[in-house]
């Protein structure tokens, strides 16, 4: 009786040419998915650069060199209008506007207490009155410049500037009605002051319950349906989260959420309703918890068991467990996990609508309890204007919202890596 010997490599080597084949159309599949992502990306770039640079032309209903030979005859002959001093921009309003105009401004708030800022913006609006004819991209801008300038040309008491949107002064003027005087000034402190009640509110108690749960709580239903409903949570829409926050915040904790209960409410730019920036952080706080309820426990659980035992073993008790060595090893994970919530609540529109964030609002925030605004809510509005001119202060305030977004994240990054070091070391 003889045996046969089969050479295993002649079932062995087909499999493996199929396998390699069918790898390497999953990685050509991969790579086709890692370059869509990144030509939409560059596609969504280009678009908010072409839109926040070009062409403008503006025709003055008042020259503001007029204006500065007038009540400054002395001026350098350089001197621009915004650097008059208050006083001076001052009696260019009211001289230049109705008596009844300038006493509501002035009931607003008092021009002794504006800036320079403030009042330059109103002296542009009101007397200069820029208005601007007709913008071009920044292709259309670089590629048809000799056409461009032979329309303008044909204009009456109309100036062609190229025009960068986002300059200090788009930053550092107020909102308005009139696109060559708006800003976000105002959206960009609503959404610093937004953000900061978020993460003030959301860290402490998304980390407080990640920890109880990961480290006190017993495996029980009851358990086990708060952590099923943490999960679901997460995928609400956040218009949801709006439709709460008006319930609770805006109606049923009005006399909390609007100062009145502090004494706080009735100000020139407080809203004696719930409508303030503390019920817009409280609700992103709700939106953006269990994101970093789950992040958090999913850093408290990579910490290795061997070193709570070590700590144990040495008669530490489960707090002390937990605070020198749990929250130290788990905190890198935790701030990625903030970084993440904090990145979603900062670019949230719809819930912010539902409690009624304000679309135009010229004063700035002073306070929690104060109305507000803020930069989605802004670039929500102006994309919504018909005119071309609004679609390039929307670009320029996304320019400016991703620059907002990429600071505070890399403010979260370098405080990350800085525990990371500690750790290792």
């Known amino acids: 009786m003889s045996l046969t010997v089969r050479n295993p490599d002649e079932d062995f080597e087909p499999n493996t040419v199929g396998r390699n084949r069918a790898a390497s159309v999953w990685q050509i599949v991969f790579l086709l998915a890692t370059i869509l992502c990144v030509a939409l990306l560059l596609i969504l770039l280009v678009k908010i650069v072409n839109d926040a640079f070009g062409f403008v032309a503006i025709q003055n209903e008042i020259d503001p060199h007029v204006l500065i030979a007038k009540y400054v005859p002395d001026a ?11 006083a001076t921009l001052t009696l260019i309003f009211k001289d230049n506007v109705s008596a009844g105009l300038y006493r509501r401004y002035d009931r607003e708030k008092k021009f002794e207490e504006r800036t320079a800022a403030e009042i330059f913006a109103l002296v542009q609006e009101r007397v200069v009155q820029p208005k601007i004819v007709d913008t071009w991209d920044l292709i259309a801008s670089l590629t048809n410049r000799a056409a461009i300038e032979a329309e303008v040309a044909a204009l009456p008491n109309v100036t062609l500037e190229f025009r960068n949107w986002v300059n200090t002064d788009f930053i550092n003027n107020p909102q308005s009605p009139d696109p060559e005087s708006a800003g976000v000034r105002t959206a960009i402190l609503g959404s610093l002051l937004t953000i900061l009640i978020t993460i003030l509110v959301a860290f402490p108690i998304g980390v407080g319950a990640a920890i109880y749960l990961e480290e006190y709580a017993v495996d029980n239903r009851f358990n086990r349906i708060i952590q099923t409903n943490i999960t679901n949570l997460a995928g609400v829409p956040s218009i949801i989260y709006g439709m709460l926050g008006l319930a609770i915040f805006v109606r049923v904790l009005e006399p909390l959420t609007s100062g009145v209960a502090f004494g706080a409410a009735g100000g020139g730019d407080t809203s004696q309703n719930g409508r303030t920036i503390l019920s ?16 958090a426990q999913e850093a408290i659980r990579a910490v290795p068991r061997s070193l709570r035992q070590a700590s144990f073993g040495l008669g530490a008790t489960k707090w002390q467990t937990v605070w020198h060595h749990v929250l130290p090893n788990a905190l890198p994970g935790i701030l990625t996990g903030t970084i993440l919530a904090m990145s979603r609540a900062i670019g949230e529109t719809a819930p912010l609508v539902v409690i009624g964030a304000s679309t135009f609002i010229t004063v700035d925030p002073s306070g929690p309890f104060s109305k507000f605004t803020t930069l989605p809510i802004q670039i929500y509005h102006w994309t919504a204007r018909p005119q071309a001119e609004f679609r390039n202060l929307a670009a320029a305030a996304i320019v400016v919202l991703l620059v907002l977004l990429l600071t505070l994240n890399a403010v979260a990054i370098i405080l990350r890596n800085r525990f990371s070091r500690r750790r290792v070391a």
């Open 76 to 86: 350098a002959p350089n001197t621009r209008l915004a650097e008059l001093p208050p």
């Open 280 to 295: 817009a952080g409280l609700t992103l706080a709700l939106l953006v918890l269990p994101v970093i309820i789950i992040n």
